[in-house]
Structures are given as structure tokens and as C-alpha cells.
Nanobody, 123 residues
Framework: QVQLVESGGGSVQAGGSLRLSCVAS?????IGWFRQAPGKEREGVAT????????LYADSVQGRFTISLDNAKNTFYLQMDSLRPEDTAMYYC???????????????????WGQGTQVTVSS
């Protein structure tokens, strides 16, 4: 089993920045960040192999968001810059343990989920 604990959400004005953190217990092969706005489906934001390597971003956040890992702390992050009102959503970290680590933006690929943290961007 993998447990994920998130932190770092909050409210910010458009153009601002936030950093989300997710502490993982147990082995993972892929980690990712997802979000879900009211009335919308959950969507992938960014993913990465847990050992580092090729990251994948949604087109809507490319160039503004950065996923990173600190394996010594079993923690991964989502740095969110140039935030927009349309980024407002509940954000979730997620993990998978499949091998090889073909990390994709599809939520169904990830069996382990954090509790979610709210991000609100005002105009």
C-alpha cells in the first residue's frame, strides 16, 4: 500500500504562485498531480517517473507548472506559477507502482491518491 499526504493549497490572485507537496510512503514507480473543478472530470496536470526522467504536462499548464521530486524525503512537488482563475480546482497527488513506469496523465492509471487540497485563484 502507498499513503499520500498533501499540503500547500490556498488562495492566490491571478499571476501568483503556489507550491503543493505530497509525501509518499512505500514504493512508487510513477507519481502525478491531478485536478478536478466543480462539475468537471478529474484531469491530469503533470506526471513523472518516481526515479526522475521524462515529465509530462497537460497543455494547459505547460511552461507554468513544474513537477519535481525529492527522493531523500519521499516527497514530490508541484510548483505552480502564473496562476490563472481557470486553475481553480481541488488538486490531488497520485501514485502508481506498475513496472515499467509508463507514466501517463490518465487518472485511471493511478490506484493511490492523496486527500486533495484546494487551490483558488481570483482575478
Amino acid at each position: 500500500q502507498v499513503q499520500l499526504v498533501e499540503s500547500g493549497g490556498g488562495s492566490v490572485q491571478a499571476g501568483g504562485s503556489l507550491r503543493l507537496s505530497c509525501v509518499a510512503s512505500g514504493y512508487t514507480s510513477c507519481i502525478g498531480w491531478f485536478r478536478q473543478a466543480p462539475g468537471k472530470e478529474r484531469e491530469g496536470v503533470a506526471t513523472s517517473p518516481s526515479g526522475g526522467g521524462n515529465t509530462l504536462y497537460a497543455d494547459s499548464v505547460q511552461g507554468r507548472f513544474t513537477i519535481s521530486l525529492d527522493n531523500a524525503k519521499n516527497t514530490f512537488y508541484l510548483q505552480m506559477d502564473s496562476l490563472r482563475p481557470e486553475d481553480t480546482a481541488m488538486y490531488y497527488c497520485a501514485a502508481a507502482r506498475n513496472w515499467p513506469p509508463v507514466c501517463v496523465l490518465a487518472p485511471a492509471y493511478y490506484p493511490y491518491w492523496g486527500q486533495g487540497t484546494q487551490v483558488t485563484v481570483s482575478s
